[in-house]
């Protein structure tokens, strides 16, 4: 895979609450890893979200890959969107984002605790490469593991962070034939049950978009 080059500055497009007044909650929405920042639009999150949270306003940030492969991913999500939101009013944030996505949202939270996000919905994210996953597996799950050489450092950072438990609310969702169901599995194991989701499908929008319309409602507003 050839990654788009980076920028300075994360590029981004916004999208306003439809409720008609200001908002206090911003939804950050991070690409899977073939995906780009108008993918959600076109795919209806953008609709669904302000037909079952029309007091959120929305921003759709083009965290490609290339952020991903430099490391850069974090810093710039904090300084080029977060810390923005923050000066801008925004009293809640969440992150979300299918497979890469949501292995983006859930790092920022384990790394940016200062930031108190408030939540992460995670669709069918991308959890690491198989050796990480059948390490946890062998171990009886991630409360009864612990790191050794399996997986890479940024997988074990991750793994290490999810088993401790993590500030932000944490929520989940992936299709029953989807490929990376193992993972997802097994962070469900450290989840409240009711933050668990589950729907027929596989690695495919149309699926995503089925686990977003059950998950937004339950949330609620954060007013």
Not at 63 to 80: K, P, V
Not at 180 to 185: A, D, E, I, P, V
Not at 204 to 219: F, K, M, S
Request: proline share 7%.
């Amino acid at each position: 895979m050839n990654p788009r080059p980076t920028q300075n500055t994360l590029p981004k497009v916004f999208y306003p609450a439809s409720a008609g007044h200001a908002a206090d909650t911003l939804l950050i929405m991070l690409p899977g890893i073939h995906d780009g920042v108008q993918d959600f639009k076109l795919n209806g999150l953008v609709d669904l979200v302000r037909a079952q949270q029309p007091h959120w306003d929305m921003v759709a940030v083009d965290a490609h890959f290339g952020y991903y492969r430099e490391r850069s991913i974090i810093d710039r999500l904090r300084e080029d969107v977060v810390l923005p939101a923050r000066a801008n009013g925004y009293r809640h944030i969440w992150l979300s984002g299918p497979s890469l996505g949501g292995f983006g949202g859930l790092l920022y939270a384990c790394r940016q605790t200062e930031d108190h996000i408030d939540g992460i919905i995670a669709i069918a994210p991308y959890l690491g490469e198989r050796p990480i996953i059948k390490d946890i597996e062998r171990a009886g799950g991630p409360a009864d593991w612990q790191a050794s050489d399996a997986g890479e450092n940024i997988e074990r950072e991750l793994w290490t962070c999810l088993r401790d438990g993590i500030k932000a609310e944490v929520w989940l969702g992936w299709g029953t034939e989807d490929r990376m169901g193992r993972g997802n599995r097994l962070l469900a194991e450290s989840l409240p049950p009711e933050h668990i989701f589950m729907l027929p499908g596989s690695h495919r929008w149309d699926g995503w978009i089925e686990l977003w319309a059950d998950i937004l409602p339950v949330i609620g507003n954060s007013d």
